[in-house]
């Protein structure tokens, strides 16, 4: 099995993550039916559902707009054929050509949109609609799929989700898709979807924009509906380049024809930009020499990482960040950073102890006891109860105690000699 | 003694006061002809160096209203050192015409060579002046820099200011008034006017504009 080679580390960063993920994806008592589980996992699974849809309305857009786009020449040629005076021949060598033209269009797949889901209606479907079709349609089927009697294995492919996700999210792209394809998981991951990411970024750590530009303008509606600012930071470095250059005269042609535009809503920053033609890019003035750092173009890819997640509805933070500090935060309390801290507790180890310092500790209604014979929870029904010498110990040990001895309680940590009468039982706060 | 108010409509003004007056914003505003043609009409007498020094501050006041900025920093050097040299302000903002000049003249090369040997080196002075060069080099983004939210930048009523300034340092230098007597008077005809008007039956405001019309 993959996961048992990690190493020790791993499988024990994995015990908060499957605890947690235990008891959320299991809120419900077995034998139940399916429906609070499904309801409890979309609450944590909106991105495993939400990407490929939007990737998939993406396709639906694109090949639209292509069917428009050939649809009207079509229509225009003809027009162009009633209005022309042409012979026989040329008439029909005119249509078969605009045939031609609507036989290309049926391979690339009409569709309907009365249903989404539905089975596409050609005989030859467009290849990227059906299999992206497919994946919602694989993914909404695992979801339901969860339940008692599988939940292990359930856990464990999330986990590996979770680690794929967190992989393609940091550019280990290659690792991604070993793990995937070595699993099985390649409809329930986004690693297409992370591949078109992936040349945009590989261009902008190239000190390239064009890929940039072009995603943006295929995201057009959408970015300018978020009030994106994505394509003025990609055209403001791309001037910084031209002042670095000291292209300056081609500098000025570009404000004009790509920053100018910009100037109503963000006015602050253009200005601070085209001020660079005045200083020069080795000026010592620090408000402008930050400009023409390289690490701008760092901020350019997280910028771009941002709103990418944005656009496919995915979290911002990788889902292993949101799983793990929710697991730690759950665990979190002040006697784990006391030395006495039992070994079992994951945040006895150094690195959970910092992982989970900025976390706030979890909220506890009640103080939790443990039983010091049996190990057990002390609650309502095995409340603690105390002896003549002030220790506690649960009702079920003290019973069999009891039970052993004639009556008689032996303290285990004192040798105390009493009668179970003489038990006091403590209440929890 | 005071004299009651109600009498104030009745009392003859000096004529030499008048006289003084008019003199006073005639040599503020450079009107050299009309000065010497008022002087010689009213009998008055004025020091020779007022109407030189008005001729050079005439000279000044046109080059930088015409648009030849560097021309009037010259000549404001010539006629004293220190004038600008004490006043990085002034300066900064006739410089900055200059750069307005170029790039409506469309001399983009001209105005950045402009821009980073002259206006950029204010910029280690003082935060204030990087503001407004960023507001000055936002002009060249624009084909058409009235398009530019800054365009006010490029309109007379800036220039008309700057200008104004350059001309009460001038004045101020020698120790002459930097705002004429006409002026003060009005300011204070409009605020004594205003006090009385928030009394119980006092006269209306003293409004300029509603004065000359009713003229």
């Known amino acids: 099995m993959e996961m048992d080679s990690l190493p020790n580390g791993n499988n024990t960063a994995g015990t908060p ?8 994806a299991n809120p419900a008592p ?3 039916s399916n429906l609070p589980q499904l309801t409890e996992s979309l609450k944590l699974e909106h991105q495993f559902l939400r990407v490929p849809f939007e990737h998939y309305k993406k ?4 090949n639209h707009r292509a069917v428009e786009k050939e649809m009207s020449a079509v229509i225009s040629g003809v027009t162009e054929a009633a ?7 040329d008439a029909v060598n005119h249509l078969n050509s605009l045939v031609c033209r609507l036989q290309g269009l049926k391979r690339k797949g009409f569709y309907s949109f009365d249903f989404l889901f539905a089975v ?63 699993s099985n998981l390649q409809d329930l991951v986004d690693i297409d979807v992370f591949q078109e990411a992936k040349k945009v970024i590989d261009a902008l750590q190239n000190k390239d924009v064009a890929p940039a530009l072009a995603w943006c303008a295929d995201n057009k509606s959408r970015l300018k509906k978020s009030k994106s600012k994505m394509e003025f930071q990609l055209r403001l470095q791309e001037f910084i380049e031209l002042v670095r250059a000291e292209n300056n005269l081609r500098a000025i042609t570009y404000a004009r024809k790509y920053l100018a535009p910009w100037g109503a809503t963000h006015m602050k920053e253009l200005q601070r930009v085209i001020a660079t033609l005045a200083f020069k890019r080795d000026t010592e003035c620090s408000t402008y020499k930050v400009l023409f750092e390289a690490k701008q173009w760092d901020y350019l890819v997280d910028q771009f990482k941002q709103e990418f997640c944005k656009l496919y509805g995915m979290t911002l933070e990788p889902l292993l960040n949101i799983y793990l500090q929710a697991g730690l935060s759950a665990l979190k309390t002040p006697y784990c950073y006391e030395d006495d801290c039992t070994k079992e507790d994951p945040l006895s180890q150094e690195a959970f102890r910092t992982l989970a310092m900025p976390l706030p500790y979890s909220k506890q209604h009640h103080s939790k006891l443990v039983c010091y014979i049996t190990k057990e929870l002390m609650d309502t029904e095995n409340p603690p109860q105390v002896l003549p010498n002030g220790y506690v110990y649960s009702t079920k040990a003290l019973e069999e105690m009891a039970k052993k001895n004639n009556g008689r309680i032996i303290c285990p940590r004192t040798g105390l000699v009493c009668s179970y009468t003489e038990l006091v039982k403590a209440y929890i706060s | 003694m005071d004299v009651d108010p109600r009498q104030y409509e009745q009392i003859a003004i000096n004529e030499n006061d008048v006289n003084n007056i008019i003199l006073s ?36 006041f046109h080059h930088a209203l015409e648009g030849n900025v560097l021309k009037a920093i010259e000549l404001t050097g010539q006629l004293a050192q220190d004038i600008l040299e004490n006043n990085n302000d002034l300066l900064f903002d006739l410089l900055s015409l200059h750069f307005v000049d170029l790039v409506c003249s469309k001399k983009w090369t001209e105005a950045l060579e402009f821009a980073q040997t002259k206006l950029s080196p204010y910029s280690v002075k003082e935060q204030k002046y990087m503001d407004k060069i960023e507001g000055f080099m936002s002009l060249l983004a624009y084909e058409n820099p009235v398009e530019c939210p800054m365009f006010h930048l490029i309109g007379l009523d800036y220039r008309q200011q700057v200008v ?28 004594v006017r205003q006090c009385l008007s928030q009394e119980d039956g006092g006269p209306p405001p003293f409004s300029l504009k509603d004065f000359l019309k009713s003229r």
């Open chain 1, 17 to 24: 993550i499957s605890a947690t993920a235990t008891a959320t």
């Open chain 1, 30 to 32: 077995p034998q139940s």
């Open chain 1, 59 to 62: 396709t639906l857009r694109a």
């Open chain 1, 83 to 89: 209005a022309a005076d042409l012979s026989p021949d």
């Open chain 1, 120 to 182: 596409l209606s050609l005989e030859e479907g467009s290849r990227a609609e059906h299999l992206q079709a497919q994946k919602c349609r694989v993914r909404l089927d695992h979801l339901e799929s969860a339940d008692a009697e599988n939940m292990s294995e359930w856990n464990n492919t999330r986990m590996k989700r979770i680690l794929v996700d967190y992989m393609l999210r940091m550019s280990y792209y290659d690792t991604a898709v070993k793990l995937a394809k070595s």
């Open chain 2, 25 to 60: 914003y005639l040599i503020h505003n450079c009107y050299k002809e009309s000065s010497e043609s008022f002087i010689s009409c009213t009998g008055m007498k004025q020091p020779a160096d007022h109407l030189e020094n008005m001729e050079k501050r005439k000279r000044i």
């Open chain 2, 164 to 191: 104004d300034s350059l001309n009460q340092t001038i004045l101020a230098h020698f120790n002459l008034p930097i705002h004429t007597a006409m002026e003060r008077l009005i300011q204070q005809t409009s605020v």
